[in-house]
């Protein structure tokens, strides 16, 4: 089907664009949801006005998205889940769950497809999960992922000592340090023609002492 885009719809097409999309996509969501007409004659000759209109909505909404991204960028949450002795919890947190946690803590909802959790969290720890707001306006909250009935800052403050800790190195930096060497032990490179000279000047010398007695 044939349809001029009313509003932008990402991934596929900005406000104004006219574009062939199949059928279903366009009967079950872009028209329901206002984001697309059928290319009628009379809705193309609305296009300059979709346009102008689609474009003062994208720049509202980016606006929008911006000062979101101001607001939850470095938001902490956390996530009580069941886990096992090995810390491997029973089961995984998802996207959805990261979005309804985070809508719980802050009071913004967002949709789950904005949270870029590549795969599930199926282990106690805390990570940092980007959120994609919109095009180029990105935030990063951290999720703490910690097992039922424990305490989640006392969890947070073990990672940091041990993380503190790895940063120190293993060994005494002391085995970097040359070793000091004593005078003693501290051979001068001395020239073999020197030494032939002052052999010859000493022989020279003894020469001359014995022709004088």
Not at 55 to 73: F, I
Not at 100 to 109: F, H, N
Not at 136 to 150: H, S
């Amino acid at each position: 089907m044939r349809v001029v885009f009313i509003e932008d719809v990402e991934g596929v097409a900005l406000g104004g664009e006219v574009k062939e999309v199949k059928n279903g996509f366009a009967r079950n969501y872009l028209i329901p949801k206002n984001l697309a007409a059928p290319a009628t004659h009379n809705n193309l000759q609305r296009i300059h006005k979709l346009t102008k209109n689609a474009a003062t909505s994208r720049t509202y909404r980016l606006d929008e998205m911006k000062n979101l991204a101001g607001t939850l960028d470095g938001t902490e949450i956390g996530i009580e889940m069941r886990a096992g002795s090995n810390n491997r919890l029973y089961g995984s947190v998802t996207g959805t769950m990261v979005a309804d946690a985070l809508a719980e803590e802050t009071g913004i909802k967002i949709e789950r497809k904005l949270v870029q959790l590549d795969d599930p969290i199926r282990d106690v720890g805390t990570y940092e999960v980007p959120l994609r707001l919109y095009s180029d306006v990105n935030a990063l909250i951290k999720v703490t992922v910690y097992a039922t009935g424990t305490d989640p800052f006392e969890m947070v403050a073990q990672e940091d000592e041990k993380s503190d800790e790895d940063k120190l190195s293993p060994k005494d930096s002391l085995d970097d340090i040359p070793e000091e060497t004593s005078n003693s032990e501290v051979k001068e490179d001395v020239p073999v023609s020197s030494v032939k000279l002052e052999e010859s000047d000493t022989i020279e010398t003894e020469s001359e002492q014995d022709s004088q007695e």
